[in-house]
């Protein structure tokens, strides 16, 4: 990966600035900061801004010989809880740690805002301080998804932004999931599937079926390979790169999977544990057992990212610790460096100019044929 600073923020040391809020999380400021100090230990080109109580996080910052000289701490008072409703905190939480950690993004301080909090609450707080793109009409949420492919994850949108969906939001999280996968996977023709409950044309709702006619029409101009209709079995497997779903099903499907892996792990090591033979194979297994647990932990795909948006947000899963916290600094950087936010903004003017053209070029609306 090549640092590319006409497309991150960079700080007066060259690093790029990743805004961090510290609050929000299941475990507390404590990992958060444990997570972005990991992030420092790999990689010296990354810089923080993290937002909080100040008094709290200088203590936690100071244990961290890691971040001496690279985070910034911008005291916020306020927190947003898990309980707390999207439009309250919209109204009254201009003196959060969240609202101050996206205000960075928004002043050109930082490149990417990373949160483990509510997602309701940051998700309609990015859309007040970041603004969508212009020609886009529902935001989503990208999620990682373990698969058999090369790249060794899918991408599925939308992850639970938006419950609602249609068959134009559908083909824009299309062309939103084809940027992804080039800019976080390095995928040049990325492979499109619509969820759906079968892979025969005739079935689902009617909006799929407009959907699928759409993003079947987009599919050349944007560059990217329409394979039509997937299943539920199709999320973990190598049929496509880009599952695009609506809110609803994406986030079902997502807390189902994880509920999934760690019904698995469990039950693993419940197996290992019967007897003292299964024991003893437990140690033999040990190395292929971490090599497996590796592949499928959810920590280490930690990080759904809001696109549409004017900036690039990273939402952490809200019980993730320093590893989980690590990952979605990781996933942060890589897009900061990619100049993701710039290049998606391209494409989504790109697709309405060519929606536009084909709009004026319509016969039954008297234009050119």
Same mark, same amino acid.
């Given at each position: 990966?090549?640092?590319?600073?006409d497309?991150?923020?960079?700080?007066a040391?060259?690093?790029?600035?990743?805004?961090?809020?510290?609050?929000?999380g299941?475990q507390?400021?404590?990992?958060?900061?444990?997570g972005?100090a990991?992030s420092?230990? =790999?990689? $010296?080109?990354? !810089?923080?801004?993290l937002? @909080?109580?100040?008094?709290?996080?200088?203590?936690?910052?100071? #244990?961290?010989?890691?971040l001496?000289?690279r985070?910034?701490?911008?005291?916020?008072?306020?927190v947003v809880?898990m309980?707390?409703?999207p439009?309250?905190?919209?109204?009254?939480?201009?003196?959060?740690?969240?609202?101050?950690?996206?205000?960075?993004?928004?002043?050109g301080?930082?490149?990417?805002?990373?949160?483990?909090?509510?997602t309701?609450?940051?998700?309609?707080?990015?859309?007040?301080r970041l603004r969508?793109l212009?020609?886009?009409?529902?935001?989503?949420?990208?999620?990682?998804w373990?698969?058999?492919?090369?790249?060794?994850?899918n991408?599925?949108?939308?992850?639970g932004a938006?419950?609602?969906a249609?068959?134009?939001?559908l083909?824009?999280?299309?062309?939103?999931?084809?940027?992804?996968?080039?800019?976080?996977?390095?995928? =040049?023709h $990325?492979?499109i !599937?619509?969820l759906?409950v @079968?892979?025969?044309?005739?079935?689902?709702?009617?909006?799929? #079926?407009e959907?699928?006619?759409?993003?079947?029409?987009?599919?050349?101009n944007a560059?990217?390979?329409f394979?039509?209709?997937v299943?539920?079995?199709?999320?973990?497997?190598?049929?496509?790169d880009?599952?695009?779903?609506d809110?609803?099903?994406?986030?079902?499907?997502?807390?189902?999977?994880?509920?999934i892996?760690?019904?698995?792990?469990?039950?693993l090591?419940?197996?290992?544990?019967?007897?003292?033979?299964?024991?003893?194979?437990?140690?033999l297994?040990l190395?292929?057992l971490?090599?497996?647990k590796?592949?499928?932990?959810?920590?280490?795909?930690?990080g759904g990212?809001?696109?549409?948006?004017?900036?690039?947000?990273?939402?952490?899963?809200?019980?993730?610790?320093?590893?989980g916290?690590?990952?979605?600094?990781?996933?942060?950087?890589?897009?900061a460096?990619? !100049?993701?936010?710039?290049?998606?903004?391209?494409?989504?003017?790109?697709?309405?100019?060519?929606?536009?053209d084909d709009?004026?070029?319509?016969?039954?609306?008297?234009?050119?044929?």
């Amino acid at each position: 990966m090549t640092a590319t600073k006409d497309h991150s923020k960079a700080g007066a040391d060259g690093r790029t600035i990743i805004s961090v809020d510290a609050m929000g999380g299941d475990q507390g400021p404590a990992a958060v900061v444990a997570g972005i100090a990991l992030s420092a230990s =790999k990689n $010296p080109d990354i !810089g923080f801004i993290l937002h @909080g109580p100040k008094d709290q996080l200088q203590k936690l910052v100071a #244990k961290r010989k890691q971040l001496a000289g690279r985070c910034e701490i911008r005291d916020a008072a306020d927190v947003v809880s898990m309980q707390d409703k999207p439009s309250q905190v919209v109204r009254s939480g201009r003196n959060t740690s969240m609202w101050s950690a996206l205000e960075s993004v928004r002043a050109g301080e930082a490149t990417v805002c990373v949160s483990c909090g509510n997602t309701g609450a940051l998700m309609a707080m990015s859309v007040i301080r970041l603004r969508k793109l212009s020609g886009i009409y529902r935001p989503a949420i990208a999620v990682m998804w373990p698969s058999r492919n090369p790249q060794r994850f899918n991408i599925m949108l939308d992850g639970g932004a938006d419950i609602r969906a249609d068959a134009k939001d559908l083909m824009q999280y299309a062309l939103m999931g084809t940027s992804f996968a080039r800019n976080g996977f390095g995928l =040049k023709h $990325p492979r499109i !599937g619509l969820l759906n409950v @079968g892979t025969e044309e005739h079935k689902g709702r009617s909006e799929l #079926k407009e959907a699928y006619d759409l993003i079947a029409a987009n599919a050349r101009n944007a560059d990217f390979d329409f394979v039509g209709f997937v299943e539920g079995s199709d999320l973990p497997g190598d049929i496509c790169d880009v599952i695009v779903t609506d809110g609803f099903t994406g986030n079902v499907a997502l807390k189902t999977g994880e509920g999934i892996a760690k019904l698995i792990s469990d039950l693993l090591r419940e197996a290992f544990q019967y007897t003292p033979l299964s024991r003893l194979a437990s140690v033999l297994a040990l190395t292929s057992l971490r090599r497996l647990k590796k592949r499928i932990d959810p920590r280490r795909s930690n990080g759904g990212v809001f696109l549409g948006l004017n900036g690039t947000v990273v939402k952490s899963h809200g019980s993730a610790d320093a590893t989980g916290i690590s990952a979605a600094i990781k996933l942060a950087f890589h897009l900061a460096q990619s !100049g993701f936010s710039e290049k998606l903004a391209a494409r989504v003017a790109s697709a309405a100019m060519l929606d536009q053209d084909d709009a004026n070029n319509d016969p039954t609306d008297g234009g050119e044929t």
